[in-house]
C-alpha cells in the first residue's frame, strides 16, 4: 500500500497569513493526488484534484502541485473559513489512501 | 444540483450487520462509480472500496475484503455497502463520494454524501 505522510499535523496561523502543508507518498504517484478539507462535523470537501487542479467552486487563494512523490496545497491569505483539516489522498493505486491529515488552527 | 443523500444513524451490537444506503440525485447515475471511505471518532480517512454504478464491478481493501458488499439499485439511483461481521472498532462514519474520472485514469471523490453514524455497541 502507498503510504501518505502530510506535515506538519497541525498549524496555527492567523487571518491573513500564506500558509503550506506538505504531503509525501511512499511511492511515485505521477499527480494522482487529491486534496480535501473537513470542517468539523462535516463531510470532506473536494479542493484541488490531480495535485494542482482546482475544484470549480474553490476560491483561488487556494493551489496545490507537486508530481512524483512530493506535493504542496498553500493557502495565499487564509480566511477565517479556512480553519479545518485538510488531507491529501492519492488515486493511483489501490487501496486509495489519505494522509493523517493536517489541523489548522486559529492563532 | 449533484447530491448524495446517505441513511439515518444505526447502532448495531458486535456481530451483526449494517446495510447503509446513499441515494443519488442531479446526474446520470450509471456514469459514474461511487466509494465508500469511513472515519472512527476522532481519526483520519480510510477507503473501504468503490463500485461501478455502470457494470457493478467492485474493488474493495485488503482489509475488508470478505466483510463488506457493496452494491447499486439503477433503478432508484441508489448504493449501498453492507458490512457483517460488526466488532467495536467498526463504530465509525461512514461516507461515500461519487467517483469522478480524469484522463489517464485519474480519479478523485466528489461530491461527498452527509456521512451516517454506525455505533457498535453491546
Known amino acids: 500500500d502507498i503510504q501518505m505522510t502530510q506535515s506538519p499535523s497541525s498549524l496555527s496561523a492567523s487571518v491573513g497569513d500564506r500558509v503550506t502543508i506538505t504531503c509525501r507518498a511512499s511511492q511515485s504517484i505521477n499527480n494522482y493526488l487529491n486534496w480535501y478539507q473537513q470542517k468539523p462535523g462535516k463531510a470532506p470537501k473536494l479542493l484541488i484534484y490531480?495535485?494542482?487542479s482546482l475544484q470549480g467552486e474553490i476560491p483561488s487563494r487556494f493551489s496545490g502541485s507537486g508530481s512524483g512523490t512530493d506535493f504542496t496545497l498553500t493557502v495565499s491569505s487564509l480566511q477565517p473559513e479556512d480553519f479545518a483539516t485538510y488531507y491529501c489522498?492519492?488515486?493511483?493505486?489501490?487501496?486509495?489512501?489519505f494522509g493523517q491529515g493536517t489541523k489548522l488552527e486559529i492563532k | 444540483q449533484v447530491q448524495l443523500v446517505q441513511s439515518g444513524a444505526e447502532v448495531k451490537k458486535p456481530g451483526a450487520s449494517v446495510k447503509v444506503s446513499c441515494k443519488a440525485s442531479?446526474?446520470?447515475?450509471?456514469?459514474?462509480?461511487i466509494n465508500w471511505v469511513r472515519q472512527a471518532p476522532g481519526q483520519g480517512l480510510e477507503w473501504m472500496g468503490w463500485i461501478s454504478a455502470y457494470n457493478g464491478d467492485t474493488k474493495y481493501a485488503q482489509k475488508f475484503q470478505g466483510r463488506v458488499t457493496m452494491t447499486t439499485d439503477t433503478s432508484t439511483s441508489t448504493a449501498y455497502m453492507e458490512l457483517r461481521s460488526l466488532r467495536f472498532d467498526d463504530t465509525a462514519m461512514y461516507y461515500c463520494a461519487r467517483r469522478q474520472m480524469g484522463v489517464a485514469g485519474s480519479n478523485w471523490f466528489d461530491p461527498w454524501g452527509q456521512g451516517t453514524l454506525v455505533t457498535v455497541s453491546s
Open positions: 490531480t495535485a494542482s
Open positions: 489522498q492519492q488515486s493511483y493505486s489501490t487501496p486509495y489512501t
Open positions: 442531479g446526474y446520470t447515475f450509471t456514469s459514474y462509480g
